[in-house]
């Protein structure tokens, strides 16, 4: 059974920071880029960042470019998402998914919320 498990959310402050989480299981055997993305309240789904299997490229949303890295330790089938100078408009629920050959995100973890006050 696979599982996307996102822990680390929380309530912070804006310029904040939190580090994000996200813990694989059961995936099938293949070589999944992961991808980061939000949700916020009355808002569709959005974009947040990949890395791929080998954590060597990385991409991000224009509105987080700068503030917010994702990594990964395949050792620990986890993929993290490292959120600075946090603002208002990153308050939403975070969710990891994992990309299969293709492109299409096919697993989702079911999300960690975030809240940043200002």
């Known amino acids: 059974q696979v599982q996307l498990v996102e822990s680390g959310g929380g309530l912070v402050q804006a310029g904040g920071s939190l580090r994000l989480s996200c813990a694989a299981s059961?995936?099938?055997?293949?070589?999944?880029?992961m991808g980061w993305f939000r949700q916020a309240p009355g808002k569709e789904r959005e974009f947040v960042a990949y890395?791929?299997?080998?954590?060597?490229?990385?991409y991000y949303a224009d509105s987080v470019k700068g503030r917010f890295t994702a990594s990964r330790d395949n050792a620990k089938n986890t993929v993290y998402l490292q959120m600075n100078s946090l603002k208002s408009e990153d308050t939403a629920v975070y969710y990891c998914a994992a990309q299969k050959p293709g492109g299409i995100y096919d697993y989702w973890g079911r999300g960690t919320q975030v809240t940043v006050s200002s």
């Open positions: 890395i791929s299997w080998s954590g060597g490229r990385t």
């Open positions: 059961g995936l099938p055997v293949r070589s999944d880029a």
